[in-house]
Each structure stands twice: as C-alpha cells, then as structure tokens.
C-alpha cells in the first residue's frame, strides 16, 4: 500500500532497515565541508559537500517522496533554484511565463535570464490560450497556481497536455499548496519548484528552495548545475527543513481550517470590496481546485475600499505581523504593492488587479477566534478614524 502524505512527512521509506545512525530518530547534521579518503579511489560516497552531503542528500531524498519525483535538489533560497533552472535554457530559448508570479521570479526572469538571452511571453494562463503562444523556440511553460496574490487557478492537466503536444516543459511552482494539498508531476508537470522558505521550513525560520522532476535527462542537468554553481543548502538549513516537513500535514489542515474562517468573517466586512481565497465557492477556479487539489490552502487576498483602509490595517496590527512571506505558523499580512511585487512593473501589477488597496494574508495556526478578535479590533478602529 504507499503511504499516505502524513506518513511520508516523517518517514522514508527507501532509508528503512539500514541502522547506520545509531538509532536516532532525527536524521544527524554532518556539519562537514570534506570527507576523508581511505585509500586512493575509495570514497565513502560523499567527496565535497557542494557535491554532496548526506543530510542534504536525505532532505532531497524526503522532498522526491512528497512529490512523487525522481530526484530533488536543495537549495540555499527559492530564487537560487530558479535561477539555477534558469541554467538549462540557452540564449534564444522562448518561456511562456504566467504574468502573475511571485514577484522575485518576474524580477529575474525580466534582469537576469533576459540579459541572457531567454525570452518570455507573459499571458494570462488562466485566460488565454497558451497554444496561441508557441514558437518554434519555446521550450517551456511557467506558472504557479493559485498564483500569488491574485490566486488565479489554471488547470494544470490541461497545460501539461499542450505542453506534451508541443515537446515543451511544464514548469509549476507549487510553493502555495505545498506537496501536501497539490502535486503537479502527478498531473504531467516535468519539474516542480518549491520555495522552501513557505510551508515545507514552516516556521519563518529558514530559507531554501527545491527543484523536483520525475525526468532522468533534466534531473542529471540539475546535478552538473548544482554542484558547478553551488548554491545547494547547507546541513544545519536542510536540518532545520526535515524538522519543519514532520508537521506539514497538521500545519497545513490548520491553517487552512483558520482561512476558512478569516475568509469568511473578510467577506461580512463594509470595508471589504473583495475577497479572493480558492476555497470559496464563489471563486472562478474552485471547481478546478477540487480536481485537482486536495485542499485550497490559507493563502488569501482581499480588497479594501480605499488605500487609507488597507494601509491603517497594516499600521494597527500587532499579533499578525505586517511581513513578507508566508506559510509558516504564524500569520503575517503582506502589501504586495510595495513588497513582494515592488518591482513588478506598474502597468502588469495594475493589469493583474494589485492596486493600493490590495492585501495578502498568510492565515497561521493561532486560535482562529483570536485572529478575528484582532482583525474585528483593526477594523473598527479604522472605521471610527477615517468615518466609514
Ligand atoms: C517566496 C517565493 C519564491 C522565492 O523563494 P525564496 O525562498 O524567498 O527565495 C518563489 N516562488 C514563490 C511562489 C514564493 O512564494
């Protein structure tokens, strides 16, 4: 029988029946940077931690379970594993990119991948049709669903079908679902990017970033780029990442039990103009959530009347913090205008919906009453200063 998620959060199963550790439990840090050598041509496996190092090496090995790949890699951020799968493209290639992504990825495909000669569209996945896209140099389709932070959801068996028509990679940043609720390889996606950072570290802690594929060809590329460009994560972060993973399940059933609850208390609000979380049922990719999600996650955006609103929130809350990031146990509240998509070009932010009035919420797992008692608090108080 395979394991359900829960399980292979705390348990992998290839590692079982070797007893090398003494019996811990929790997997050893090797805090080393070399290994020595018995002999000439006698290797214990592992040479050079940019190469290898067994506790990265078991990170990866946990992080291709939850997602059924065939290889993972770990690395040091979010951004340095794409910007590592960035390295398999050559100048001249063409990328059919969701124009709303998170926005450190728009930053470096529009600075950096650019500047090397990598070209992208950037469409509205959900709306148009990618078909109408492809040239004879596209090699690649990008998207993350929902996407950050206007939680559009696109289909993603449908994209792994014109992508497999078409001989293209499918590329999914699966960071906001986490392998927990949604597993894209399952539905024809070639590699899977993780920003680490979010739910798999869990505690807003630590920084990493993951790369998954279930192809032998591309995961034998990302092993040359990696230990080449050596920006893989380090014992003590991948550590600090095993450790996060053995909650995953229950973090990610209570939050997002929280997001339920905050989303609806958003939705009775005056000030609230709109609240866009995929787990109501009013939102246009809900049914295509259930297809192929297992849950919506605690991830949501709502709108406010006025830029004074939104920015009087974030001066008056104290237990939810006013942060960049998300997916860890605590909740934070984020202004995508001046953070996370600061440098998204104004016109492409505005096309997508992010105004002035934008607000994104990274439900945690506090008492949800004690969410709501303090954004009840927020709200009110806003109410009588501005006389709304
Ligand atoms: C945070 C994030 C990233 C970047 O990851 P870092 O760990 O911050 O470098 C990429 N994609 C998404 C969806 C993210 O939320």
């Known amino acids: 029988m395979e394991r359900k998620i829960e399980t292979k959060c705390l348990h992998l199963e290839e590692d079982e029946g070797r007893n090398n550790h003494y019996g811990a439990i929790s997997y050893p840090i090797y805090q080393t ?3 020595a050598h018995s002999g000439v041509g006698r290797s214990t496996g592992y040479d050079y931690s940019r190469l290898q190092n067994p506790t990265k090496e078991h990170l990866e090995k946990v992080i291709a379970s939850l997602e059924n790949g065939i290889s993972a890699f770990a690395f040091s951020s979010g951004m340095a594993a794409i910007s590592l799968l960035m390295e398999i493209f050559k100048p001249d290639d063409h990328i059919i990119a969701d124009s709303d992504l998170y926005g450190g990825s728009i930053r470096l495909f529009r600075n950096v991948s650019a500047k090397n000669g990598i070209k992208f569209s950037n469409i509205d996945c959900c709306k148009e049709n990618v078909e109408d896209f492809i040239t004879s140099d596209t090699k690649a389709i990008y998207i993350e669903t929902p996407t ?3 939680m559009n959801v696109t289909d993603i068996a449908v994209v792994a079908e014109t992508a497999k028509k078409h001989g293209l990679l499918l590329i999914v940043d699966n960071t906001f679902m986490s392998p927990y ?16 950072t979010k739910y798999l570290g869990g505690h807003n802690d630590t920084l990493a970033g993951f790369l998954v594929t279930n192809r032998a060809d591309i995961a034998e590329k990302f092993a040359f780029l990696i230990k080449t460009t050596g920006a893989g994560l380090a014992p003590f972060d991948s550590w600090l990442i ?3 993973i053995k909650t995953l399940g229950i973090r990610m059933e209570k939050s997002q039990e929280n997001a339920i609850k905050v989303a609806y208390w958003l939705k009775k609000q005056k000030a609230v103009t709109k609240v866009i979380y995929p787990g109501l049922p009013e939102h246009m990719g809900y049914e295509i959530m259930k297809k192929q999600a297992r849950g919506f996650g605690a991830m949501l955006t709502f709108q ?4 004074a609103f939104a920015l009087s929130i974030l001066e008056k809350v104290r237990m939810i913090k006013f942060a960049e990031s998300l997916g860890g146990v605590e909740t934070l509240i984020t202004y995508p205008t001046t953070q996370t998509h600061a440098d998204v070009p104004q016109e492409i932010r505005e096309k997508n919906g992010i105004t002035e009035s934008t607000l994104r919420l990274s439900v945690g797992i506090e008492n949800a009453e004690d969410l709501i008692y303090e954004l009840d608090k927020v709200f009110r108080e806003t109410e009588r200063e501005l006389n709304v």
């Open 33 to 35: 940077a070399t290994y």
């Open 148 to 150: 950050n932070p206007m």
């Open 181 to 196: 609720f949604q597993n894209p390889l399952n539905l024809g996606a070639d590699i899977v990017v993780h920003s680490g």
């Open 242 to 244: 095993l450790r996060g």
């Open 304 to 307: 406010l009347e006025s830029k």
